[in-house]
């Protein structure tokens, strides 16, 4: 079985992220992490979801309280607003746009969420980026209300060929395919030890896993019955094998 491997070096400065992964990074309108310049600064495409934009204006300034908030609004300028428009405030969309931000309105497609929009968009329209080692970063992807949670959490499923990261404070989320054999490579400094392995959408027949506290053996996981939460990470690499896809998350301290 091919092997896919996995870390969190871009919740690392950029001079410690490895240089064959490009990143791209999708802002929704929740509170942004703390960590989040530090994912700007990685990904080679800035995406801000509808109101997204709003959170980069109002927030982004907060996060450096001794500088002047309009160099750092002009410093964090997004290269893209997209989504239904519908909770963007005009003056944060003039703002951007005489700044030289591209404005993509699909108010007209009510069928998928502005996440959805967003990954799809630089999959398909951003020709530039190197898309076999493309990892899409998504702030303030959980927290509040939990069918958006839901949603983005589908959108994982739905693009389950990409590499997709959920992002808040306090945790990441990422699919973990069954199609491949997954080496969990942890950033100790800024991720763990608190974990999990969560089947959603259908049961995991059998589930084997290393490097855990408390380690499954062919395990099957299921919802109403056993599912690996509060589990803890007791080294530097992880292994994962299983039968279903399975959710991974980790705790954050940056």
């Not at 240089?19 to 929740?30: D, F, G, Q």
């Not at 591209?102 to 009510?110: F, L, M, R, T, Y």
């Amino acid at each position: 079985m091919e092997v896919m491997t996995h870390s969190s070096t871009f919740l690392l400065p950029s001079n410690h992220h490895s240089s064959s992964v490009t990143y791209a990074l999708v802002v929704l309108n929740r509170p942004l992490p703390r960590f989040t310049p530090l994912l700007w600064n990685h990904a080679q495409v800035r995406v801000c979801a509808d109101g997204g934009a709003n959170r980069v204006f109002d927030e982004m300034p907060l996060l450096f309280p001794s500088d002047d908030a309009l160099d750092v609004r002009q410093r964090y300028k997004p290269d893209i607003i997209k989504g239904d428009m519908d909770s963007v405030r005009t003056e944060v969309l003039d703002f951007y746009t005489n700044l030289g931000t591209k404005v993509v309105d699909e108010s007209h497609d009510q069928d998928s969420t502005d996440l959805h929009k967003c990954v799809a968009y630089i999959r398909d329209l951003t020709p530039n980026l190197d898309k076999s080692n493309l990892c899409i970063l998504v702030a303030g992807a959980l927290g509040g209300r939990f069918d958006h949670e839901a949603g983005n959490m589908n959108v994982l499923y739905r693009f389950s060929t990409m590499r997709l990261i959920l992002l808040s404070d306090d945790c990441l989320i990422y699919l973990l395919p069954s199609t491949h054999l997954h080496e969990i490579y942890i950033q100790s400094s800024v991720e763990g030890p608190h974990c999990g392995l969560i089947p959603i959408g259908m049961p995991s027949v059998s589930t084997t896993t290393t490097g855990l506290q408390w380690d499954l053996n062919n395990t099957e996981m299921r919802f109403g019955d056993v599912v690996s939460t509060s589990n803890l990470v007791r080294g530097e690499k992880i292994t994962v094998q299983s039968s279903s896809d399975l959710l991974w998350t980790i705790s954050i301290k940056v």
